[in-house]
């Protein structure tokens, strides 16, 4: 008898648009269980972490369902965002609710790949990344896109779910990471491919060699902060002059 996480695996890379196509109708309620509706919080201090100023044009990668996007615009008076994401199916769900809220004009979409942004150099005043960069397939290439793309003294964000290695309680953090969050993604999801996350989380790298690779990257004063017992971390680095 055939495995059939090993067939669906055969259809769609995990991690790759085409699954993210597949789960976009759930994603939001997903996000909102999972994190214990920790996530909206989250994303606040990413985009507080930008400094972003007012008028600012910022590059949101792995955008997902605009999210982050809906929250720069909403805390960054009269910014601009730039969604990009390999999923076509996410964004137009993003789309949707950046309609319903009269903010569409401010966010423009595109399909795109990380790895090859299709931007000039200097274009951007920040750019952010939410529990995308696990996703990509050559995170230290990714970066230097975005260095690429933003403006000297610009500030580079990436919000990543971790896994919890040091504290009293990262035990349970373990547990919730590795066995529930999963276990409910594929549940609630109707999804296989949702395994995947328990697998990507393990695979990123730790918090210090992460902030290292930002540095290899070209950033500048990288550092990092631990968010919810280590289960997710806030990154950030200032683009050079």
Known sequence: MSNPDADVSTQVRPGSGAMFDAIAPRYDLLNRLMSLGLDSRWRRRAVDALQAPAGANILDVAAGT?????????????????????????????????????????????????????????????????????????????????????????????????????????????????????RLGALLSGQREYRYLQRSIAAFPPPAEFVEMMAEAGLQQTRCERLSLGAVHLFVGVVPN
């Open 66 to 182: 605009l999210d982050v996007s809906l929250e720069v615009v909403a805390r960054v008076h009269n910014a601009a965002v730039t969604a990009l994401d390999p999923s076509p199916q996410m964004l137009a769900y993003g789309e949707r609710k950046a309609g319903e809220q009269g903010v569409d004009t401010q966010i423009s979409t595109i399909v795109g790949d990380a790895c090859a942004l299709e931007f000039a150099d200097n274009t951007f005043d920040g750019a952010v990344v939410s529990f995308g960069i696990r996703n990509i397939p050559d995170r230290p290439l990714a970066l230097r896109e975005m260095v690429r793309v933003c403006k000297p003294g610009s500030r580079i964000v990436v919000l990543e779910l971790t896994e919890p290695r040091t504290g009293l309680l990262a035990p349970l953090a373990r547990m919730h990471v590795h066995h529930l969050v999963p």
